[in-house]
């Protein structure tokens, strides 16, 4: 399970997520619990879900093209410092009626993430492959997210308490650049500049060349409704998290608990799915931990006792988070590295909506119906998205354990069968949901929201 941190590039970029997700993660829990004990409204609080998904709605795609085109290293610096700014800014909104301004960080913060993101996935692959050692590296991010959801959750919510919001706030800030200073010392790409150029046209035939690609690519564009679907069931709990903690459960310590119970599962979903995701089929595997999902989503939510709620919570962190690792991996495997960025910022944009549409769907439902209406909805529709993956998601090739490893990407050299800085024809090196690209097979094997607030979170 750790092969991947033999890689340098690898381990700095592991590093500078964790970091970065440490200090986020101190905010998971203040931030709305703040906004939710000052106003005393849910739809206040799941503003703040919203608020970080509207900027991913509104450039994924785009930000996608800007992925492909520059150099991802100097993407990933530059984003981080961004964010490091825009988080400081709340430092401004934290007194009664400036709470629009922890809105308007957020939605900068995110921002900036969503160029973030794209670059973080496409890069992860060309720095370690396609193949084992990227089950690895998707096992090591999942041991990341486990564990500061296991420490971030209840720190948060004891510094929050000790040392007032100001203080987290100054601390995330931090590890942005702290991230930033791990990007910079990974090594610079060894291929051909890009073209950082764009025009609007030029934008608009790369978007459509990423459209083409899902289009075309039929695991792809099966795992795209599915992943989507799960998001906005997720989305709708997620929302709802913080306020199923401090109202039913006592309180923000007992909530910061629950959210160490999702990180715990993070952590013991790791190696089950470091194990399962080079031997069992992904359609397989991924209609059986949604079905779990959806299982742990009706017990945590009908639970009014924290003893009941904690094991509830683990169910939901360890299938959950296998629920994204898994598409997220097949992604990593079947796309192209040239034009990776522009296919996962798509699906970036579109689980944003996703993600937007649950977050602030469930709590009107669960004003209208309670907390346990909110959570069977959500059971039910993370059901459907079980049912469409053994409806539509096609077989895949084998992953063989041991093969080489070919780090072709744009941080390395084309492959034969591209040109310079160029992307193959996607007739060319796209085949059926039962191989790989087929200028891969011959040497490319090896090498996040959970509640997941995927794109801020999960991204770390």
């Known amino acids: 399970m750790l092969q991947a941190l033999r890689i340098r590039d690898f381990r700095l970029l592991w590093g500078g997520g964790l970091v970065s997700a440490l200090g986020s993660w101190l905010l998971v829990l203040a931030i709305p619990a703040h906004i939710l004990l000052v106003t005393g409204s849910l739809r206040a609080t799941g503003l703040t879900v919203a608020a970080e998904y509207l900027p991913v709605l509104i450039l994924g795609p785009v930000a996608g093209v ?7 290293r100097r993407l990933m610096v530059a984003t981080n410092l961004f964010c490091a700014g825009a988080v400081a800014i709340m430092l401004l909104g934290t007194s009664p009626g400036r709470y629009w301004v922890l809105y308007a960080a957020l939605i900068a913060e995110n921002g900036g993430i969503v160029l973030y993101a794209p670059a973080w996935q496409a890069r992860t692959p060309a720095i370690v492959g396609t193949g084992p ?3 690895s590296a998707s096992a090591l991010n999942s041991i990341s997210s486990g564990t500061v959801r296991l420490v971030g959750g209840p720190l948060g919510g004891i510094l929050l308490a000790v040392c007032g919001i100001n203080v987290l706030i100054c601390a995330d800030a931090l590890s942005y650049l702290l991230a930033a200073v791990a990007m910079i010392m990974t090594s610079r790409p060894a291929g051909p500049p890009s073209d950082a150029r764009a025009t609007i046209s030029g934008l608009a035939r790369d978007l459509a060349e990423g459209v083409r690609v ?3 690519q039929p695991a792809a564009r099966a795992l795209l409704p599915v992943t989507v679907i799960f998001l906005a069931a997720n989305a709708s709990l997620s929302a709802l998290l913080i306020a199923f903690g401090v109202r039913r459960l006592g309180g923000s310590e ?6 160490s119970g999702l990180g715990a599962g993070f952590l013991l979903g790791a190696p089950v799915i470091r194990l399962l995701l080079d031997r069992v089929q992904p359609r397989s595997l991924l209609a059986a931990t949604l079905t779990a999902t959806a299982a742990a989503y009706f017990l945590l939510f009908t639970s009014f006792s924290l003893g009941a709620a904690l094991p509830a919570a683990a169910a939901v962190g360890m299938f959950g ?3 994204l690792v898994i598409p997220q991996t097949a992604i990593q495997r079947v796309i192209p590295g040239a034009v990776l960025g522009r296919v996962s910022a798509l699906f970036l944009a579109a689980e944003a ?3 937007l549409a649950g977050a602030l769907a ?6 209208a119906a309670q907390l346990t209406g909110a959570a069977v909805a959500a059971s039910l529709v993370t059901l459907g998205a079980a049912a469409l993956t053994c409806l539509t998601v096609p077989r895949m090739a084998a992953v063989v354990p041991g ?5 072709a990407g744009p941080d390395h050299p084309p492959r034969v069968g591209t040109a310079a800085g160029r992307p193959a024809e996607v007739n060319e090196t796209i085949t059926t949901g039962r191989h790989q690209a087929s200028g891969d097979r011959r040497d490319r094997k090896p090498a996040s929201p959970g509640d997941t607030r995927s794109t801020r979170r999960g991204r770390r």
Request: with cysteine.
């Open 66 to 72: 800007f992925t492909d085109r520059w150099d991802r």
């Open 353 to 355: 909506a996703a993600t």
């Open 214 to 216: 899902v289009r075309r």
């Open 254 to 259: 007992h909530t910061g608990l629950l959210l």
């Open 133 to 135: 050692l990227l089950s």
């Open 362 to 367: 469930g709590p009107v439902l669960a004003e």
């Open 321 to 323: 988070s296998m629920c």
């Open 403 to 407: 093969t080489p490893a070919s780090t």
